[in-house]
């Protein structure tokens, strides 16, 4: 089993929709969790950040963490096309530096 | 607040030829630097990570190294590339308070 598992998509959802992406990990140590949104060709960007577990919310995000059940979730409320891009969770145990740990990614695409 | 400077954008190399790929970071002292590998369509897979001047830590054996040579610089290099060493490199600080992980642009690398 893989430490972080990702949706893998692609999503495509009509403008205006609300988008679920999902994520689930196996390290129960895991006490830090991000969600980084890319397009194509750049390098991510840094979208939600939370370590601890319920729900965090930023304008049309939220970001959903259920530590009981390994499992995070990114919401997009009134997609727009420019959130088309790939977006990953991230996840460490904050003692240890090194060990960010990415999933796979999912792609979205919001279709005006 | 910090930023991250990577170049080149694209680069084309011959197999066998060598690597040099440079990330410097301002806006922080000691920071911990990280070079991640992109391969398409996939995740972020860590290569390496430096907590300080001289020191380098590897996740995964490979063609390539990384050193440290100043406290805001890591560079990232390969004596003979090689077709697999492909992919989009990314460089990226953690911010040590936050826990957060901060990406530079990337370089895209083909050899061919």
């Known amino acids: 089993q893989k430490e972080v598992e990702q949706d893998p998509g692609p999503l495509s959802v009509p403008e205006g929709a609300i988008v679920s992406l999902n994520c689930t990990y196996s390290?129960?140590?895991?006490?830090?969790f991000m969600w980084y949104r890319q397009y194509s060709r750049k390098g991510p960007e840094l979208l939600m950040y939370?370590?601890?577990?319920g729900n965090k919310e930023d304008g049309r995000f939220t970001a959903q963490v259920d530590k009981s059940s390994k499992y995070i979730s990114l919401f997009i409320r009134d997609s727009q096309p420019s959130d088309s891009a790939t977006y990953l969770c991230?996840?460490?145990?904050?003692?240890?530096?090194?060990?960010?740990?990415f999933g796979p990614g999912t792609s979205l695409s919001v279709i005006p | 607040s910090q930023t991250i400077h990577q170049w080149p954008a694209t680069l084309v190399q011959p197999v066998g030829s060598p690597l040099s790929l440079e990330c410097t970071v301002e806006?922080?002292?000691?920071?911990?630097l990280y070079w991640y590998r992109q391969a398409a369509g996939r995740g972020l897979q860590l290569l390496f990570y430096?907590?300080?001047?001289?020191?380098i830590s590897s996740e995964v054996p490979q063609n390539l190294s990384a050193s440290r040579p100043q406290d805001r610089q890591f560079i990232l290099s390969s004596k003979k590339l090689l077709l697999s060493d492909s992919g989009f490199y990314l460089c990226?600080?953690?911010?040590?308070?936050?826990?957060?992980?901060?990406f530079g642009s990337g370089t895209q690398l083909s050899v061919l």
């Open positions: 806006g922080t002292s000691n920071p911990n």
């Open positions: 939370t370590y601890s577990s």
């Open positions: 990226a600080q953690l911010d040590r308070e936050s826990e957060k992980l901060f």
């Open positions: 991230a996840m460490s145990e904050g003692t240890s530096y090194d060990k960010v740990i």
């Open positions: 430096s907590v300080g001047i001289g020191q």
């Open positions: 390290n129960s140590a895991f006490q830090y």
